[in-house]
Structures are given as C-alpha cells and as structure tokens.
C-alpha cells in the first residue's frame, strides 16, 4: 500500500469499513464490532499511525465516517446514510 494514491487509500478503507470485524482483529474493534482504531488501519495499511488518522480524519470531514470515543480510545465507523446520498449525487451525475 505504500505507494498508492490518497484517493485509493481512502476508498480502501471504506470498503474495509463496510466489515470491519473481517478485515482487522477482535481487539482493534468497538464493542459493537462497527468501528476500528487508527492504531489498527495504520497497521493493516502499513503506514504511521497519524497518516492513518490524517486519511480518517478527512473521511470523517466528508462526512463518509463518524467517530466514537470509548474510554482512552476513539473508533471510526462508516456513515452509511451520508454514503448513500453521495452515492445518489454521483449517479444523477451531480
């Protein structure tokens, strides 16, 4: 992963966030198993953990992705309604 765009970073982690308890391991997720840790998504994409949280923090702007924070933690989870209406936007060609 290291040398592939912003863009397909991003649309990676959405799609590894469409099933979270399947792409990183139990300890990584919430207690609902809907939302992972920078700490894992910058292990499993191999980078630091604040580019990581760099890539999280913009899909969370867009409005793709919600935190939570639990304890000393914080998780991010998909927005799947905010997903759904961008979704709408591009197939009526905005």
Known sequence: MRNTPSG???QTLLDWLKDP???????????????VTP???AAK????????VAHLDFLTRLGLLRTRRRLLRTYYRRDEAR??????????NW
């Open 8 to 10: 397909r970073i991003r």
């Open 39 to 41: 700490r894992a998504v």
């Open 21 to 35: 308890p399947a792409h990183f391991p139990p300890g990584s997720l919430d207690p609902l198993g809907t939302g």
């Open 83 to 92: 997903i759904a209406e961008v979704a709408q936007l591009f197939e009526k």
């Open 45 to 52: 994409l191999g980078v630091p953990r604040r580019t990581a």
